[in-house]
């Protein structure tokens, strides 16, 4: 059963401008992770929150979290053509440790 | 490299018949999962396992078999494929259910149950 529901389920911005996308979850947590799919690829992680965090930064990427709203948000700053992908949240529960996963945002950067 | 490795990249299957996706880590990981992603949907977890002998169903087991004889390997097994198990296979691997770690993931198994 999917916990993790991002949106929009697509978005298509020009290179430069930031992208964000958001994701909303149904139980109690242990962390949140966002993960990015190339086409025809693997998933690559990129960044995880605690449930005990309300922001965090990794290079262009900016991630909150909201534990009361049970909700996420992902920004990518100065998006490039190599953003192109899709993007999926994943939610650990805190007392089953099993990812649960969104269906994912198709983000196109255009040049 | 370090990472997960699985074989093959590509499968075309009869109904009916089986076969046995593999999956290699060489980072020590103990959890590993074997995941389907179907169009439209998220993944979906079909069998994991916290460590070498031990394996347990996910959300969607069946027509499924795993086992973990090692702490490296953990090779899913269809056992008699159906169209509906048309799907992207994704193994994926994570130091310790539960440690706030991510999750390393394989290229993935794209099959065609025809």
């Known amino acids: 059963s999917q916990q993790g529901e991002e949106d929009p389920q697509a978005l298509s911005i020009q290179e430069g401008e930031n992208a964000t996308m958001n994701c909303s979850y149904k139980t109690s947590i242990n962390n949140l992770q966002w993960y990015r799919q190339n086409s025809g690829r693997g998933l690559v992680h990129l960044i995880l929150i605690r449930s005990n965090e309300r922001e965090k930064h990794s290079g262009r990427l900016r991630v909150t979290l909201d534990t009361s709203k049970k909700s996420s948000s992902l920004l990518i700053t100065a998006s490039r053509a190599a953003d192109t992908a899709s993007y999926f949240c994943?939610?650990?529960?805190?007392?089953?440790?099993?990812?649960?996963w969104g269906a994912g945002t198709k983000l196109i950067i255009k040049p | 490299n370090a990472g997960v490795t699985q074989t093959p990249k590509f499968q075309v299957l009869k109904t009916g018949q089986s076969m046995t996706l593999q999956c290699a880590q060489d980072?020590?990981?103990?959890?590993m999962s074997w995941y389907r992603q179907d169009p439209g949907m998220g993944l979906r977890l079909i069998h994991y396992s916290v460590g070498a002998g031990i394996t347990d169903q996910g959300e969607v087991p069946n027509g499924y078999n795993v086992s973990r004889s090692t702490t490296e390997d953990f090779p899913l097994r269809l056992l008699s494929a159906a169209p509906s198990q048309t799907s992207v296979y994704f193994c994926a691997s994570s130091y310790q259910q539960g440690a706030n770690y991510g999750y390393t993931f394989g290229s993935g198994t794209r099959l065609t149950v025809v």
């Open positions: 980072m020590n990981h103990e959890y």
């Open positions: 994943a939610t650990e529960g805190d007392s089953n440790y099993q990812l649960i």
